[in-house]
């Protein structure tokens, strides 16, 4: 009886021991998953974040772009010229970017509008925001956007002075956020449950994931302690990632800036929702140890899975399977810190793409960047070599390794006479082709001055003519 008595209370005292143990070891465990789902989790917010910020920046050089190739064709033609106001009429109602076309006035009173809506009477050209905007740049540039009083949307308008005379005529056309607000709408998930685009200046939020907040201002008084802290954040010129107290739990907010405008892309997580799953398993893992270190294995390895396609999709363009801008600019600067003196980098743009969507359609247009980009990827494939499409039909490429001008000039001929036999039989009408700007890395320190130079040398392609190369 002793003897049984002994075994009993050394059980006792084993479980007694393990127990807790077990115990402190899964709640520790529980601490370090929680931790790095929420790790994890926040990584993932950043790299959606980037990835929607470098979509809405895409766009919005799509349409600068558009914009500045109408404005040098209006330029070319000149304002005595009847083709310059049919070329005007053709931006209405072709772009959704802006559907009521381009308009443009001068110090002279004129005013003339695709659309074909007349100003009243008090209407004065050059005390409109547009119009002093415009002074200010030779090419198109977004100003500050407002609320649309027929639509009740955002827009802004972007403007450019034009190199005409005797008159100082400005260029403008009304370009509608619908694309931005379609993105916050994209992004958002059962975690991420809040995304907006907001000015850096006047604080108007241009896009919501919120339909019902478009177009409101965001300030220090706004009903919502979410946007209240945002709108801290922003006071204090904060940038990247922050946890702040929302309405009824801590939100994990990643702070974006859009380049080349005054945008920020702000995107909001809900910590509880990103832990809610864990919560509910917590405690029958408890309970039963095993399963819960499989689950929780289980889970982590999704994370890490999915953690791992996001990174592998945020630096690849998904039309093309190219790099995308971030992933092309990462590559080349790992380069140019390996071999600081060799390379170049070339930045293309296909000549007269637009007519292809415009004429033969948007699935005929990506079908042609994907044809364009494996004839980049076949014909620059050394090891050296970096292809990328930095959005549209822009694409790059740089070449790490030591090239004399005339093999760089021999390469681009021959390159370009193969889009030629690529091209020319399946759209005649069209007549593709492609400009190339060529930047050299002996004559730049960095990156951004190489790539400066390079998209200086593109301009001059395009403005001489096309279908052409020039090496600066």
Known sequence: MKTKHRYIWANIKLVCTIVPIVLV??????????????????????????????EIMAWANSVLNEANIYKDMIEKLGLENEETYELMYTSADKHDAYPF???????????FDASGWQPGEDFVVTERDWYQEGLQHDQFTFGEPY???????TCVSISSRLKTGPAVTVLAADVYLDYASRLAEAITTEKIEHAFFVTADSRLILADSDASMIGLTLSAEHESRLYQNVHRLLEAEKVGQYDILGDESVYFVNVTTIPDTDWYFITCMNRNEVLKDLWRIEFPMLLVAVVASVLLFFLTSLFSKEMSSIRTKARMDPLTKLLNREGFEELVRVSLAERPEQGLLMIMDMDNFKLINDQLGHPVGDQVLREFSVILENYYNRNKDIVGRLGGDEFAVFVGRGIGTKETEGMLRKFLSIVHQNFDDKYPDQKLSVSIGIGLVANNATYEQLYQNADKALYEAKWNGKDRFQIK
Request: charged share 25%; hydrophobic share 40%; glycine share 10%.
């Open 25 to 54: 070891m899964i709640i520790i465990y529980f601490m370090l998953v929680r931790q790095e789902i929420l790790h994890l989790s926040k990584e993932k917010l950043i790299l959606e974040s980037d990835y929607y910020a470098e």
């Open 101 to 111: 076309g381009l308009y443009m006035g001068d110090d002279q009173g004129n005013y």
């Open 147 to 153: 609320v649309d009083a027929m639509t009740g949307g």
